[in-house]
């Protein structure tokens, strides 16, 4: 069995940053694929970020703009999310995402396994 979680949220002000943690436990960490995703509230959940399984390649959400970097180490069953520069609009529950796939994807429907979600909330 499968269980994500996300840890590392909590409030900053606008311009702070913050870095996101998700551990793995009930597979195989490397052979998944992993992703980000967030949601505010009255909003769809919406793709942020996406890493393969060997951490070569990446993918964003055209509005991070430079500001997060995703990441993982797959010696701790981990991934992270690097936000900084963190505006208002960032506000939202952050989800990591797993899937048994080796390239980014971006989509909600290709996960697996979802963490239960962290919030951050952005004050300006």
């Known amino acids: 069995q499968v269980q994500l979680v996300e840890s590392g949220g909590g409030l900053v002000q606008a311009g702070g940053s913050l870095r996101l943690s998700c551990t793995a436990s009930?597979?195989?960490?490397?052979?998944?694929?992993m992703g980000w995703f967030r949601q505010a509230p009255g909003k769809e959940r919406e793709f942020v970020a996406a890493v393969s399984r060997s951490g070569y390649s990446t993918s964003y959400a055209a509005f991070v703009k430079g500001r997060y970097t995703i990441s993982r180490d797959n010696a701790k069953n981990t991934v992270y999310l690097e936000m900084t520069n963190l505006k208002d609009e960032d506000t939202a529950v952050y989800f990591c995402?797993?899937?048994?796939?080796?390239?980014?994807?971006?989509?909600?429907?290709?996960?697996?396994?979802w963490g239960q979600g962290d919030q951050v909330n952005v004050s300006s």
């Open positions: 009930g597979g195989s960490f490397s052979s998944y694929a």
């Open positions: 995402a797993e899937v048994l796939e080796h390239g980014v994807k971006l989509d909600r429907g290709e996960y697996e396994y």
